[in-house]
């Protein structure tokens, strides 16, 4: 008797629960190319301003009068081999205090064991030209494109700049990207920096503007970085002083694969254990 009325129990919960889900129709967006899709970046007031990255071809940008994406990268050609290299994206972002939309970042590079062909370049014109940073480390490019999170434009200060390297370390720039120099913060394990595969360096960044800044320059007090601690392994750290030191978070969460700031202060942590 028991196994009959458990039944009739879950028809009826499932007749009367309303139906209520919204109903959606999907179509695959045609690009053209470009291998995998690691990441798309939509500028957050700017209307239309929708990029792509790819890890086997450089950044895509929509064009909303024609109705698809286009490639951004010809101006490097494909006669050298280092101009070949740069046709992939590590990571992109846009400079979200830029209204128009103009302003945008990328870390192109293809193959992490190829030294040519990488580096930190910035765009006033959408990724229709680029020019490259004076950046004193390594790029190692688009091997490890699960962890998307390099780049970071402190929204207190768009001439603060950092960018978390799979080679080691965390860098920064205070004059908008011409220009950058290594911070304090760990260089993390690199047993993994030239593999398609586990954890290199630091892996992500992100800063908290919602709690307060720092001077010299004016920048976020708060800075949050994804360490890998093994071939495997990450650990987060957190600058409490606008990423002049360190020190190791008591954190639940593991391998954090992406961190959401809010105006408040508070954050979300996307890790393999759950969202935090």
């Not at 940008?61 to 046709?87: D, I």
């Not at 390594?138 to 494109?145: G, L, N, R, S």
């Not at 207190?156 to 860098?171: D, E, F, M, S, T």
């Not at 978070?249 to 979300?268: E, H, T």
């Amino acid at each position: 008797m028991i196994r009959p009325l458990f039944i009739v129990v879950l028809i009826l919960s499932a007749a009367a629960w309303p139906a209520t889900s919204q109903q959606y129709t999907w179509d695959q967006v045609l690009i053209g190319g470009g291998g995998a899709i690691p990441t798309t970046v939509a500028h957050p007031t700017a209307k239309d301003v929708v990029f792509t990255t790819h890890d086997v071809c450089g950044p895509y940008r929509y064009n909303a009068a024609r109705g698809r994406f286009e490639y951004l990268c010809g101006q490097f050609g494909w006669e050298t081999m280092e101009s070949r290299q740069y046709h992939g994206t590590e990571c992109l972002v846009v400079d979200p205090t830029d209204a128009t939309g103009n302003t945008i970042y990328a870390t192109l590079g293809e193959w992490a064991f190829r030294p040519e062909g990488h580096g930190f370049f910035k765009s006033l014109d959408r990724g229709t030209t680029w020019t490259k940073a004076n950046y004193p480390g390594i790029m190692t490019a688009t091997d490890q494109f699960g962890a998307v999170q390099h780049i970071c434009v402190d929204p207190a200060n768009p001439q603060v700049i950092y960018h978390a390297n799979r080679k080691g370390g965390l860098y920064r720039s205070t004059d908008g990207g011409a220009s950058f120099t290594k911070t304090t913060a760990p260089e993390g394990d690199l047993t993994n920096w030239d593999e398609q595969k586990g954890s290199s360096g630091v892996r992500i960044v992100a800063v908290n503007p919602g709690t307060g800044t720092v001077t010299g320059p004016v920048r976020s007090k708060i800075v949050w970085i994804n360490v890998a601690t093994g071939p495997w392994e990450t650990a987060l750290w957190e600058s409490t002083d606008g990423g002049e030191s360190f020190h190791a978070m008591n954190a639940p969460c593991v391998n954090a694969m992406r961190i959401v700031c809010r105006d408040d202060g508070s954050a979300l942590i996307a890790s393999s254990n759950g969202l935090w």
